[in-house]
Every structure is written in C-alpha cells, then in structure tokens.
C-alpha cells in the first residue's frame, strides 16, 4: 500500500485514478477535503477495496500516526497544500498552516513510523514530495529555464510556503536520514481541475457567456504540463528516483496566457458554438494585473528525461483538446463544485468580471 495526502484535490485524485488503473497496490488516502478537495473526483473508485479514503488533516500528528501503524504504507506522496496564489495573496495563514506546519508534521510523524520499521522496510520506504516550479521566482523573457540547482526566490505566500515546506523535506533527509524525493512540477492541467485556475475559468466562464478575464497584458508566460505526464512522471520518480534527489517536472511547453485563452476559445468556437456565431474571444476581458506577479516560468525536464527516461506523452495542442472535451462532457461536475461561496470568490477576486 501507499498513503497519498491530498488525493481528493485536482492533481492528487488524477494520481490515485491513474495509479490503480496501472497497478493492483492499494491507496490509502488522506484529504482533508477543503473546498478544492472533492471526492466526486473519486466517483469511479466507489466499492474498489484498493482505494482507502480517510478525512483528516497532515496536520493531525496523531491521525497520521495511527494510519501509518494500521496500514504501513511503503510509500507516502505528498500532494496535500493549499496552491492558489491568488488565494494566498488574500490571507496567507491557511497555507503557512498546511504547506509549512503541516507539512512538518507530517514529516515527524512519518520520521517516527519510518524509525521503527524493520530493516528491509526502512531501506524501502520512500517519502515522496510534490512541489511546485514558483519557488524558482519569476524568469526574464531569454533567460534559461529552471533547472534543479536554481535558487529559491518564492515571489508568492504560496510559492514562499511551498519554498519552505522543500526546505523541510531537504532537512529532514540530511538531518535525519528519511529517504525522501522532491518534485518541482510546472502549472498543471486537465480533467478535475477547479475553475478558478486560468484554464478552467476559461472554459466554464465561456460556456456561461461571462467575460473572460485575463491579468494585465496576458503575456505572462508559463511552461504547461498535462496532469497525466505529471502523474506518471510521479510514478517513475517513485520507482527509481534517487533518494534525496529533487527532479523538475515539465512539458515543454511555454505559452503566455493570452495565448492559452484564444487557444481555448478557437476549441470551443469549433466544439460548442457560441448560439450568436460570434467567436468566445469576444468575451476576453483584460484587468488589473495581480500584485507579484512572475513574468514567466520554464522548466528544464533534462535530468528527469536522462536519468529515468521520462518525457511527457502529450502535446498542449493534445492535452488542451482533451481538456476542453472533458469539461463539455462533464457539465455536471463543475456544477457542484461551482457552490456558492466560489462563486463570490470569483466575484471578489476578479472585481465583477465574472
């Protein structure tokens, strides 16, 4: 068995979908199920005996402890953060609580599981930590990508909260001797993803004839990765990562936001026509650039590619594609998650635009 820690949220449910679709090893998961956490995401698991789901914090030193005893999990993978920068720009405290104290908790806890495992578990045991490509800061348009020797300039609370949970993992594996790995992922994308990140807005923004608002000039450039590479890059770092190791994870695939959005529209304009004829791009709403925010992100994938041999199956013209599928066909997905109090921070965040 593996424990996952987030795996209800929009990169975590894909992973545990994925993993029992290649494997037979049972998944214990743990989510705290915050709003970005739905277990409609695991609808498809209902009744499958491998999949173990439990509501609780990473935070809760005590709860963690117990299920690490009952279900001795070879492996844990750690997907559970709050990840929203913009979120995190309005009040910080919720992700210093679940990326960084939580994040050490959970580290103690599993330090203390790992201790008292037999020699052969212990040499087995990974701990292994899903991280983000923002602590790397911001990049100027011609400069080389991020790579694993980067420094760390967190620009974000997020990305600041995320820095300092990798520290904790670094530490923990130098200090202490816990075999961990590190992955540093660019933005993800594809089934399951909240709409209040770029891609997801865009389409069901689209489809509701609301504007679609898009920050400052749009040129903000990200390298964008479809969450089903990310997930079986996830596996394989798992299965032959070195411990200690920290692997950038990416998809070749730098666009600026603007380009994303007219990409999503011409999809939509071919997929589900606007009744008025007109071109979604019509809706494209330009506002208020949000404090901080990088210029540009791009992750170098070498080392992964070189020393484990992956690279990402999907282009962005392929992923987005399924993506925009996948929202059209799953109409009744997003009307659940789209409860009362997202809409109001979508409202707030976007000053009325959408």
């Known amino acids: ?49 491998r999949h173990v789901f439990v509501r609780g914090d990473i935070g809760d030193a005590a709860l963690v402890a117990r299920l690490l005893a009952e279900h001795r999990p070879r492996a844990v993978i750690n997907f559970a ?16 609580q679940t990326n960084v104290m939580g ?11 790992w201790l008292r495992l037999p020699e052969t578990e212990r040499t087995a045991f990974r701990f292994l930590h899903v991280s983000t490509d923002e602590v790397y800061g911001s990049l100027a348009p011609e400069a080389p990508a991020f790579t694993e020797q980067h420094a760390y300039e967190p620009n974000s609370p997020y990305s600041a909260s995320k820095a300092a949970s990798d520290h904790l993992v670094r530490a923990w594996h130098h200090t202490h001797g816990l075999p961990v790995l590190t992955t540093n992922c660019s933005n993800n994308y594809g089934p399951f993803h ?33 969450v089903g590479d990310h997930c079986s890059a996830i596996r394989r770092v798992l299965e032959a990562g070195r411990v200690g190791e920290t692997y950038n994870v990416g998809g070749w695939n730098e666009q600026p936001n603007i380009a994303i959005v007219k990409t999503i529209c011409a999809l939509l304009d071919e997929l589900r026509p606007r009744a008025d004829g007109q071109s979604y791009a019509e809706q494209i709403t330009h506002v208020k650039d949000r404090p901080g925010h990088d210029r ?26 399924k993506t925009v599928q996948w929202f059209l066909d799953h109409t009744d997905w997003v009307a659940e998650v789209q409860s009362g109090a997202y809409r109001e921070w979508v409202q707030v965040q976007y000053q009325g635009a959408a």
């Open 296 to 321: 540009r992100y791009a992750i170098d994938a070498r080392k992964i590619e070189a020393e484990l041999g992956w690279r990402p199956i999907e282009t962005f013209d392929s992923g987005i594609r």
């Open 1 to 49: 068995m593996i424990l996952v820690t987030g795996g209800a949220g929009f990169i975590g449910s894909n992973f545990v979908l994925d993993w029992l679709a290649q494997s037979n090893e049972s998944v214990l998961n743990l989510d705290k199920l915050t709003y970005a956490g739905n277990l409609g995401n695991l609808r498809g698991l209902e009744g499958d005996a």
């Open 194 to 226: 909240f709409p209040e990140k770029l891609i997801p807005l865009m389409i069901v923004n689209a489809l509701a004839g609301k504007p679609l608002p898009v920050y400052g000039d749009g040129l903000q450039v990200r390298d964008w990765l479809y």
């Open 103 to 113: 994040t050490f908790r959970l580290l103690e806890a599993v330090r203390a599981h």
């Open 81 to 96: 953060a709050e990840s929203h920068v913009d979120r995190s720009i309005h009040g910080a405290e919720d992700f210093i």
